[in-house]
């Protein structure tokens, strides 16, 4: 049978070369994620997020699964998790955020 162990237990016996290397692996790995996977690190299920937002859970499971949506739509949904949805334009030589959607999802 296969034990797990508690990962504060585990990152106690880490030295600490190692808990730097896990914690800027981490900070690499939240810098990107599927809506889904963000609403889960928040700690919220689809009902709690189809409360806030005013819709059924089933419609929260579609706009997760949706690759191309309003951006009215994703700015509610970001909202509804607690944050604020920002666009930038990434170039080689620096990048800009759009502030055309900056008055989207303060409804």
């Known amino acids: 049978m296969l034990r ?4 504060k237990t585990l990152q106690k016996k880490m030295t600490p070369k190692a808990r730097r290397l896990a914690d800027a692996k ?3 790995l939240i810098q990107e994620m599927a809506l889904d ?4 690190a ?3 299920t689809q009902q709690q997020l189809a409360r806030t937002l005013g ?10 699964g949706k690759a191309d949506m309003y951006v ?4 509610n949904f970001v ?6 949805l920002e666009i930038r334009a990434v170039f080689p030589d620096g990048e ?3 502030s055309q959607f900056s008055e989207l999802g303060k409804r």
Do not use: C, H, W
Request: aromatic fraction near 6%.
């Open 79 to 84: 909202k509804a998790m607690g944050g604020k």
């Open 42 to 44: 928040r700690d919220l």
């Open 72 to 75: 009215s739509t994703l700015a």
């Open 4 to 7: 797990t162990k508690n990962f």
């Open 26 to 28: 981490y900070r690499e």
């Open 96 to 98: 800009v955020r759009v």
């Open 55 to 64: 819709v059924n859970q089933p419609a929260v499971s579609r706009i997760e």
């Open 37 to 40: 996977e963000l609403r889960a």
